[in-house]
């Protein structure tokens, strides 16, 4: 366990070095800052567009960390020849991807406070009440950023980082259509589109069940029930994904 912290806080401490987590950060922040600026111009509901687009902005700035950092964790210290001296001291190759993924998943944490917080700045600066729903579509946000995460750590533990990232990108974007690819499975006339779309339903996660953002923006009351349920979906799935990476990193040669 020590190790594994050690290795996680080292990661922590690179992810803060590299400058794009600052211009990410940044970005996030003129987002939000810009969506103060869309509502003064509209006549109505500017209270929901600072809920959407602040959301929307943190869900946007974690999944880009979370894929484009995430894909690096491994890529760059093979590149840089750094991961034989880490696995020749006594760390298995299980606690250094276990560390990587901690250490990632303390820089998501550490931006996803900051955004939260100007994020609710923005809508005290408003006087838009505080409701149940907007800490748990964040939650949910965040479940997702783990989930994505461990995505990214998985394809980089056997893949290039130009595949790493193409492979990351496309499973989140079906991810958050699976639904839409079983209606059209369902509708298809051709047994292959139909074998094809099912396979993508049941091995894409289900990412669209983390999406409560809707409810949030317009005060809409969301089940604990149904959060609980969407939460363990998630961290499940982003176990078992980080289970998988840590089996691929075993049985890797170097």
């Known amino acids: 366990m020590r190790r594994m912290a050690v290795i996680a806080l080292n990661t922590?401490?690179?992810?803060?070095?590299?400058?794009?987590?600052?211009?990410?950060?940044?970005?996030?922040?003129?987002?939000?800052?810009g969506s103060v600026l869309l509502?003064?111009?509209?006549?109505?509901?500017?209270?929901?567009i600072v809920t959407?687009?602040?959301?929307?902005?943190?869900?946007?700035?974690?999944?880009?960390?979370?894929?484009?950092?995430?894909?690096?964790?491994?890529?760059?210290?093979?590149?840089?020849?750094?991961?034989?001296?880490?696995?020749?001291?006594?760390?298995?190759?299980?606690?250094?991807?276990?560390g990587k993924y901690l250490g990632l998943v303390l820089t998501l944490l550490?931006?996803?406070?900051?955004?939260?917080?100007?994020?609710?700045?923005?809508l005290w600066?408003?006087?838009?009440?505080?409701h149940a729903a907007l800490f748990q579509a964040v939650w949910l946000i965040f479940v997702e950023l783990l989930l994505v995460t461990a995505l990214?750590?998985?394809?980089?533990?056997?893949?290039?980082?130009?595949?790493?990232?193409?492979?990351?990108?496309?499973?989140?974007?079906?991810?958050?259509l699976t639904t839409d690819l079983k209606g059209l499975g369902e509708n298809s006339q051709h047994?292959?589109?139909?074998?094809?779309?099912?396979?993508l339903y049941y091995l894409c996660p289900n990412l669209d069940v983390l999406?409560?953002?809707g409810q949030a923006s317009t005060n809409g009351i969301v089940d604990m029930s149904y959060v609980a349920v969407a939460s363990m979906y998630g961290l499940l799935y982003a176990a078992l994904l980080l289970t998988a990476a840590c089996a691929v990193f075993r049985h890797r040669d170097f």
Do not use: C
């Not at 900051?114 to 700045?121: K, R, S």
């Not at 600066?125 to 505080?130: A, E, F, Q, S």
């Not at 990214?152 to 958050?176: Q, R």
């Not at 047994?191 to 396979?199: G, L």
């Open 12 to 33: 922590f401490r690179e992810n803060l070095r590299d400058k794009i987590l600052y211009n990410l950060l940044f970005f996030a922040l003129l987002l939000m800052g």
């Open 39 to 48: 509502a003064d111009l509209t006549i109505m509901e500017h209270r929901r």
């Open 52 to 98: 959407d687009m602040g959301l929307a902005t943190m869900n946007l700035a974690g999944v880009i960390i979370a894929a484009f950092v995430g894909i690096g964790l491994v890529g760059k210290e093979i590149e840089r020849r750094t991961v034989y001296t880490i696995l020749a001291r006594p760390i298995s190759r299980t606690q250094f991807i276990i």
């Open 110 to 122: 550490v931006n996803v406070t900051v955004m939260l917080a100007v994020f609710l700045m923005t």
């Open 125 to 130: 600066m408003y006087k838009t009440p505080l």
């Open 152 to 176: 990214a750590l998985f394809f980089s533990t056997f893949s290039t980082t130009t595949l790493s990232a193409i492979m990351t990108l496309g499973f989140y974007v079906v991810g958050h």
């Open 191 to 199: 047994a292959a589109v139909q074998v094809v779309v099912t396979w």
């Open 211 to 213: 999406n409560v953002k």
